[in-house]
């Protein structure tokens, strides 16, 4: 079962910048459609960002504009560049296997935290 690493978090000043990785664990990576996920203090995690395989990507109204998402399937990682970090961005960031709407399939990692705070 493939398994993923987040990391690149961090506390960062309102308007500030991040970018966050996710290592798999095995080549797999390469066929699977994934997604950036974020987890709020007691709220639901959502997803923010999709890109399938091949490159294609969608992302959450509340992020356009500001998240990148991309991949580099030879180092089977993906990556999150976040720009003009707002307050509200402030969560845990998983990355996962992309299901329909929203959903996830495979397991949980340890995540990343954003603090996004002056």
């Known amino acids: 079962q493939v398994q993923f690493v987040e990391s690149g978090g961090g506390l960062v000043q309102p308007g500030g910048s991040l970018r966050l990785s996710c290592a798999a664990s095995?080549?797999?990576?390469?066929?699977?459609?994934m997604g950036w996920y974020r987890q709020a203090r007691g709220n639901e995690r959502v997803m923010v960002a999709r890109?399938?395989?091949?490159?294609?990507?969608n992302y959450a109204d509340s992020v356009k504009g500001r998240f990148t998402i991309s991949r580099d399937n030879a180092k089977f990682t993906m990556y999150l560049q976040i720009d003009s970090l707002k307050p509200e961005d402030t969560a845990v960031y998983y990355c996962?296997?992309?299901?329909?709407?929203?959903?996830?399939?495979?397991?949980w990692g340890q995540g990343t935290q954003v603090t996004v705070s002056s």
């Open positions: 095995g080549s797999i990576f390469r066929i699977l459609d």
């Open positions: 996962n296997i992309a299901g329909p709407r929203g959903t996830a399939f495979g397991s």
């Open positions: 890109i399938t395989s091949g490159g294609s990507t």
